[in-house]
Each structure stands twice: as structure tokens, then as C-alpha cells.
């Protein structure tokens, strides 16, 4: 038996104000894409905002249904529709933000597994990996590929 062990790199700023410009633009797109988000079950907002190769920036909210399972999250939304707008192009970066009635929230929001699972798929098919921002009111957080986030995934078929 080996113990084995993993170690996590990530970038952690204390107010969006310190981050890259083209970082905060796109954090600011996905606190407005929240905006657009049905969220009738949960009452949670979540935006997202997808910067593909091409410079493009596409949108998503999360999409609830009354049949549970029908709805999709703001993340899944929004590369879903990226990948079938424009195929050829690969992700750069994906920015994460949820909102309450007092706007954005002070806790980060980290992708679901599912949607984790469909950001590893795309960086596969891309061949490079993609920059994940987590926002909150305050810290924001930056992981480069999704293997920083979900570092086993499934990836036997892909
Ligand atoms: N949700 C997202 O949109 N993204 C996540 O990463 C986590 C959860 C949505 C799904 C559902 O509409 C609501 O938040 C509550 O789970």
C-alpha cells in the first residue's frame, strides 16, 4: 500500500478590484447572466460566463424545472451552448457567482460535480485547460483546469 498525496494550486484574491481586467470583465458578465436565471424551486441565482478562444463571451443561469432534474445549472447552461455555437473554439476561462435578493453573495459558489465532470470533457476535447473563477462579495477564487477542482474524473470513454 502507498499513501498517496495531492497538493492544489490556486490563486485566491481578496476583492475582484485586484484581479486581472479581462478576469473581472468576465466575473461582472456572469453577475449579470445571473439576472437572467429561473430559479422558481430553489430561489438561488446562479450566473456564468464563458471566454472562449475567439474572444467570445456566452452567458448561462441556471434553468429550474418543476420536474427536478429537468433544470440544469448556470454552468452546464452556458458551455453547452458555447460548444454548440461555436464547435471549433476551445475555453479559456468560465466565471462562477451566485446571487441572494441582497445581490452577490458572500460565500463562493463552487461548481457542481456534474458541471465539473462536463468542464473536464471540454478541456479534453480542447486539449487545454480552462481557468475557473469562483466569485463571492469578497474573495475570488482562480483554478487552472478542473483537475484542480475534481482531480479524479471520469474520463475512460473521452
Ligand atoms: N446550481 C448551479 O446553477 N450551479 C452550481 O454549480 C450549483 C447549483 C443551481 C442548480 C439549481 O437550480 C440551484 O442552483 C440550486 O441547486
Do not use: W
Not at 495531492?6 to 490563486?11: R, S, T, V
Not at 430553489?42 to 429550474?64: L, P, T
Not at 478541456?123 to 473563477?133: K, L, P, Q, T, V
Request: hydrophobic share 45%.
Amino acid at each position: 500500500m502507498t499513501e498517496r498525496q495531492l497538493h492544489i494550486n490556486y490563486l485566491e484574491y481578496s476583492s475582484a478590484v485586484k484581479m486581472p481586467f479581462e478576469d473581472r470583465e468576465l466575473l461582472e458578465s456572469a453577475i449579470s447572466a445571473a439576472e437572467g436565471a429561473y430559479a422558481k424551486y430553489s430561489s438561488f441565482r446562479v450566473g456564468a460566463a464563458v471566454r472562449m478562444s475567439n474572444g467570445v463571451v456566452v452567458i448561462g443561469s441556471n434553468q429550474e424545472n418543476a420536474a427536478y432534474p429537468s433544470g440544469l445549472c448556470a454552468e452546464r447552461t452556458a458551455l453547452f451552448y458555447a460548444s454548440a455555437r461555436y464547435p471549433g473554439e476551445s475555453v479559456e476561462a468560465i466565471a462562477v457567482v451566485a446571487l441572494d435578493d441582497k445581490g452577490v453573495l458572500t460565500e463562493l459558489t463552487y461548481p457542481c460535480g456534474a458541471c465539473r465532470q462536463v468542464m473536464a470533457e471540454y478541456e479534453m476535447r480542447a486539449g487545454r485547460e480552462m481557468r475557473i473563477i469562483v466569485g463571492s462579495a469578497g474573495v475570488v477564487q482562480v483554478f487552472t483546469g478542473v483537475r484542480s477542482l475534481m482531480p479524479f474524473i471520469f474520463d475512460n470513454l473521452a
